[in-house]
C-alpha cells in the first residue's frame, strides 16, 4: 500500500505561484508513476502532469510553461510547482501513485486563485 499526503494549497492572487507537495509513505523508487490531478466544482477530475520513473513528464495543455512536477528521491515527495496562477486554476488538487497494479490516491488540497 501508499499513503499520499498532499500539502501546500491555499489563496493565491492571479498572477502568483504556490508550490504542491504530495509525501508518500514508501520509496518513490519502488513508485512506477506519480501525478496531480484537479477538480474543480461541477467539473470532472483531470490530469494537471505526471512523472513516469522519475524521468519523464507529461502536462495538460492548459499548464504547460506554468506548471512543473519533480521528485525529491531524498524526502518521498513529489512537487508541482504552479507559477503564473490563474482563476481557472482553482480548484481541489490530488496526488496520485500506480504501485503494485493500484492506483492510490491522497486526501486533496485545496488551491484558490482570487483577488
Known amino acids: 500500500q501508499v499513503q499520499l499526503v498532499e500539502s501546500g494549497g491555499g489563496l493565491v492572487q492571479p498572477g502568483g505561484s504556490l508550490r504542491l507537495s504530495c509525501a508518500a509513505s514508501?520509496?518513490?523508487?519502488?513508485?512506477?508513476?506519480m501525478g496531480w490531478y484537479r477538480q474543480a466544482p461541477g467539473k470532472e477530475r483531470e490530469l494537471v502532469a505526471s512523472?513516469?520513473?522519475?524521468?519523464?513528464?507529461n502536462y495538460a495543455d492548459s499548464v504547460k510553461g506554468r506548471f512543473t512536477i519533480s521528485r525529491d528521491n531524498a524526502k518521498n515527495t513529489v512537487n508541482l510547482q504552479m507559477n503564473s496562477l490563474e482563476p481557472e486554476d482553482t480548484a481541489v488538487y490530488y496526488c496520485?501513485?500506480?504501485?503494485?497494479?493500484?492506483?492510490?490516491w491522497g486526501q486533496g488540497t485545496q488551491v484558490t486563485v482570487s483577488s
Open positions: 496520485n501513485a500506480r504501485y503494485g497494479g493500484m492506483l492510490y
Open positions: 512523472i513516469i520513473s522519475g524521468v519523464a513528464t
Open positions: 514508501r520509496s518513490i523508487f519502488s513508485i512506477g508513476t
